[in-house]
């Protein structure tokens, strides 16, 4: 195992961290609460000199996404990171950043998309990009932000993948905690991360390529087709990259995490910070004897419908816990979690929870009423129910 | 020795220009004939283009999938972050020659190009971010004094008393009611930059102008007018000269502002009335029918004129005195 070494450190800290050791060539950039951090302490790094990254202080999220596409069509690594509306304002790059293949690398910080204005943390700002093609990671705590970093270059950077990658924490919930964090050496980590190897880069004059041409019925189609390929192989790319981290570092990753699951029969789905929560309430239940579990979500997409289904039959129920809404239907990840299970044979019986919408807190107790409910048979497909909430 | 028209041609008789045939244009358009003199200009003086290209009439008729006109490389990434995409590929340039990874002996030029809609309205913006930034790239804006891709709609550059189908005229309103945006101010304000008119009725005046924007150590923005036959009507042989009759009736007057300092490089001995311009376009067919015509046309002479004083004056007063 290699030498590492121990840091108190927030996941923004954590964030910065890992792309110190990746150097990028490019990053452009755009503050936004709780995001900024990530910024501010990668731009002492270049101020420092410590890194040799170019950094593009740009005048908005829209242009910071922009600049990401054309430095990395140039044949640059690039990166970027944002939160919420600066998300949102991206949008537009966000899809074309994946149909471009690109493989750029973006920690993004949850916060609550407006309105009204709310900085705190929710997932709804990377729902709303769940269909832009973009492979999406979700941590639970500070180390994973490290560690899904290094990872992500990998996987974005992989021959059968070339597509961009979320890297998910949970805004100041993660972003401005400290906890300590395992690092590993600068040579070590840039070993891990290897070098670019740019494909039809536009620097290269001597092979000209036409990036973003209009693309209509005839061919539009079969492009997509090959995007929805892409994103299928990452599930034969990333289980190789996890367990050559794993090797490195001890630390095993994978789709999902099971926690004490092998003879749960009433298991929790969640995704980021709240798995931490999660996890200290399954402890508590098992010492009482009630046979609880944990699935934590590492990828959301691509979805690992698979393993999910795998690790979910036979169960006698599921609660799903969400931090973003989808107005008028189901929440994101409960109506993934079901769609998951129609076909498998036996079917456990499935709740659906939405929480912490704005930063509203969650807490141990919150997570053993879902279980509660769960244990009494309460729970009624498709009601969808509120932890935390005032009625 | 300056570039001068024939030995462009002498140079590219046997040379791509970058732009190459096939694209789907109509005849007589004015945008493809701005780029490739910009492109002409630069690959003869020895650079290596790279071409960013916001979405327009030009964009979508040069790079049909499975075909693409272009034999330079090119990106096109949405309608108003044309000048943020380059300004990421000239980064990315600086930063891979910097550690190694790319040869420092090419010569490369970096272009932005737009139509006036993505550049006086909707990209404004990351223009105006781009070369506050001061990255070392070109934005060549060719103006149609609308939005041809979609249509005929207004754009900030429209000319009052032009039809649009977002301002047409009508029995109420006259059309278009505002003067066009100043862009070349707008842009010239931002404090290091190299900012230009030209037209290619007047091609020396051009080239020597894209010349001057290749050499420049930052960035450098040319407006250029580019009629549409689609929308002003006017018959495919005739874009060229409408050019210099809007040079002639101080419609596009030919000026320069390098880092503060104005110098108008063409001033005709005699000036033709701006009524003649309009005349000659069909865009302003329904201006001509309506009673108050005269107090529109009044009103644009007025203007084309005051302008012409004021580029004068900021010449006299700023020569000598760069920002810089
Ligand atoms: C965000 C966004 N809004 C609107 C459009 C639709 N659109 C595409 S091109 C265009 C107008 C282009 O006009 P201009 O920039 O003047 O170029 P031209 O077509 O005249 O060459 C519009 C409105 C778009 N592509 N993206
Ligand atoms: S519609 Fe106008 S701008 Fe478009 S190709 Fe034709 S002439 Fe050119």
Redesign the pocket.
């Known amino acids: 195992m290699t030498k590492v070494h121990k840091e108190a450190i927030t996941g923004a800290q954590a964030a910065a961290y890992a792309m110190k050791q990746i150097e990028p060539d490019v990053v452009a950039a755009y503050p936004i609460t709780p995001q900024t951090p990530i910024v501010e302490y990668f731009a002492k790094y270049v101020a420092d000199g410590v890194v040799k990254t170019e950094m593009v202080p740009v005048e908005s999220e829209h242009s910071a996404m922009s600049a990401v596409v054309g430095a990395a069509a140039a044949g640059a690594r690039a990166m970027t990171a944002t939160s919420a509306n600066g998300l949102a304002l991206m949008h ?1 790059i966000v899809y074309i950043t994946a149909s471009m293949r690109l493989p750029v690398v973006m920690p993004v910080v949850n916060r609550a998309l407006s309105g009204p204005i709310n900085i705190h943390c929710d997932h709804s700002d990377t729902m709303a990009e769940r269909d832009s093609g973009w492979i999406q990671l979700f941590c639970e705590d500070a180390q994973e932000v490290y560690d899904l970093t290094l990872m992500a270059v990998r996987l974005a950077e992989h021959e059968q993948v070339r597509l961009p990658v979320m890297v998910n924490q949970d805004g100041f919930i993660i972003s401005h905690g400290v906890e300590p964090v395992e690092l590993l050496p600068d040579e070590v980590a840039k070993k891990f991360v290897g070098e670019l190897k740019p494909l039809y880069p536009l620097l290269d004059t001597e092979h000209p390529v036409t990036y973003g041409p209009l693309d209509l019925y005839d061919y539009y189609f079969e492009h997509k087709r090959q995007q929805i390929e892409a994103m299928k192989n990452v599930f034969k790319v990333f289980p190789s990259i996890a367990e050559e981290f794993y090797n490195i570092t001890g630390r095993r990753y994978n789709f999902v995490e099971p926690y004490k699951m092998e003879d749960a029969q009433y298991v929790m789905v969640a995704l980021g910070s709240t798995n931490g929560t999660i996890k200290y309430v399954v402890d508590q239940l098992r010492e009482e004897g009630k046979k609880v579990g944990l699935l934590k979500i590492w990828m959301f997409r691509p979805f690992p419908k698979a393993e999910i289904q795998r690790l979910l039959t036979g169960r006698k129920a599921v609660v799903v816990l969400d931090r973003s809404a989808s107005f008028g239907a189901e929440a994101p990840l409960y109506e993934a979690i079901k769609s998951s299970l129609y076909e498998v044979a036996s079917k456990p019986l499935l709740g659906s929870f939405v929480y912490g919408l704005g930063g509203r807190d969650i807490n141990p107790e919150l997570v053993r009423f879902a279980f509660e409910k769960a244990m009494k048979h309460e729970l009624v497909v498709d009601q969808e129910l509120y932890l935390g909430l005032r009625e | 020795m300056p570039l001068t028209m024939k030995k462009l041609a002498e140079i590219f008789t046997n040379k791509e220009t970058g732009l190459t045939q096939g694209h789907r244009m109509c005849p007589g358009c004015g ?1 493809p004939i701005t780029v490739k003199l910009a492109l002409m200009t630069a690959k003869a003086l020895g650079y290596e283009p790279v071409i960013g290209f ?7 008729s040069s790079t049909i999938y499975p075909f693409t006109s272009w034999s330079v490389p090119y990106i096109h990434n ?3 972050n044309v000048a943020a995409t380059i300004s990421g590929v000239e980064t990315a340039y600086r930063a891979l020659k910097k550690s190694g990874k790319i040869s420092a002996d090419k010569k490369y030029a970096f272009f932005a190009f ?6 006086y ?3 404004l913006q990351s223009l105006s971010g781009a070369v506050e930034r001061g990255h070392k790239f070109i934005y060549i804006l ?3 004094e ?5 249509g005929n ?1 207004r ?1 900030g ?1 429209t000319p009052p008393g032009a039809d649009t189908t977002t301002a047409p005229v009508g029995k109420k309103i006259p059309g278009k009611v505002q003067l066009k945006k100043n862009i070349v101010e707008i842009i010239a304000g931002h404090e290091y930059v190299y900012a230009a008119t030209v037209a290619f009725g007047e091609p020396m005046d051009f080239m020597s102008k894209i010349e001057k924007a290749l050499s420049f150590d930052g960035p450098s923005f040319i407006a250029a007018l580019s009629p ?1 036959v689609r ?1 002003w009507r006017v018959p495919e042989d005739q874009t060229v000269d409408i050019t210099k009759l809007a040079i002639q009736t101080k419609y596009w007057p030919l000026y320069e502002v390098d880092r503060g300092v104005y110098k108008v490089t063409r001033k005709p001995s005699t000036f033709k009335p701006v009524s003649e311009f309009i005349k000659t376009q069909e865009r302003f067919r329904l201006l001509l029918q309506r009673p108050d015509a005269q107090e529109i046309i009044d009103e644009i002479q007025h203007y084309v004129d005051r302008r012409w004083e004021r580029l004068l004056a900021l010449e006299e007063a700023t020569k000598d005195k760069p920002i810089r």
């Open positions: 537009e | 945008a916001a979405t327009g009439c030009m964009e979508v949405a309608f108003e737009g139509g006036d809609g993505g550049t309205d909707i990209g060719y103006d149609n609308g939005y041809m891709n979609t709609q754009s550059s549409c929308y």
